[in-house]
């Protein structure tokens, strides 16, 4: 068992491209989220899914948006990268939302240019 | 707002020693509570929780420990070794809301050999 999986490990962007950061759990696990970690700030949620086909917005929602068109894959993407977005990014998951323990991935660092 | 407030600093030990780091939170209606820690590049990872209607609990070499009453909660690592050198973070969680956790900012334990 993986349990949660990111891709890619690291990636430089140039600025207002495009990208995808990709997110896939094989707990199957209702509740899955997006964290940023920028040193000093801790670890700020961007968004979460409670459940397939559904998705809600966290701390610093903006300039990313999200899907969950199936329990396992939670993609972010990033319409249009800035510099301001260089940072390390997470995934997690969890049985239930809330109380129950999130299990995080290896995370992405990913530097805009 | 209502946060969690855990400064980030430096906290050294000698290896065998034990080591206590703290949190305060903020938020009255907090009742479940979750202690991580997070290795050089590697995504945080659960070390034990505590819920409001407890005051201690215990894992393999840890305890937390939750005082309500000033809303503080610790980690206690007995017998600490080189391995648990990391950030700690602790993170709260309202059952009563949106059942999104909040992260405090992480304290730094270095371990000396």
């Known amino acids: 068992i993986a349990g949660i999986t990111q891709a890619p490990t690291s990636q430089i962007l140039a600025a207002g491209r495009r990208m995808t950061l990709r997110c896939t759990q094989d707990?199957?696990?209702?509740?899955m989220y997006w964290y940023r970690q920028d040193l000093g700030l801790g670890l700020r949620l961007i968004h979460y899914?409670?459940?397939?086909?559904?998705?809600g917005k966290g701390e610093v929602p903006d300039g990313y948006s999200v899907s969950r068109a199936n329990t396992d894959d939670f993609p972010l993407t990033l319409a249009s990268a800035v510099p301001s977005q260089t940072s390390v990014y997470f995934c997690?998951?969890?049985?239930?939302?809330?109380?129950?323990?999130?299990?995080f991935g290896p995370g992405t660092r990913l530097t805009v240019l | 707002g209502e946060s969690v407030g855990l400064h980030l600093p430096t906290l050294s030990v000698q290896e065998g020693d034990n080591s206590i780091i703290n949190c305060a939170y903020s938020?009255?209606?907090?009742?479940?509570f979750i202690w991580y820690k997070q290795e050089s590049g590697k995504g945080p990872q659960f070390i034990i929780d505590?819920?409001?209607?407890?005051d201690k609990r215990q894992g393999q070499r840890v305890t937390v420990l939750l005082n309500k009453t000033v809303k503080h909660l610790s980690l206690q690592i007995a017998a600490t070794q080189p391995g648990d050198s990391a950030v700690y973070f602790c993170?709260?969680?309202?059952?009563?809301?949106?059942?999104?956790?909040?992260f405090g900012r992480g304290t730094s334990l270095i371990v000396h050999p």
């Open positions: 997690a998951s969890s049985v239930l939302q809330g109380e129950n323990t999130q299990y």
């Open positions: 707990m199957r696990h209702n509740a």
């Open positions: 993170a709260e969680t309202a059952s009563g809301g949106s059942y999104i956790p909040t």
């Open positions: 505590i819920r409001s209607n407890m």
């Open positions: 938020n009255s209606a907090s009742d479940y």
């Open positions: 899914s409670n459940t397939a086909g559904t998705t």
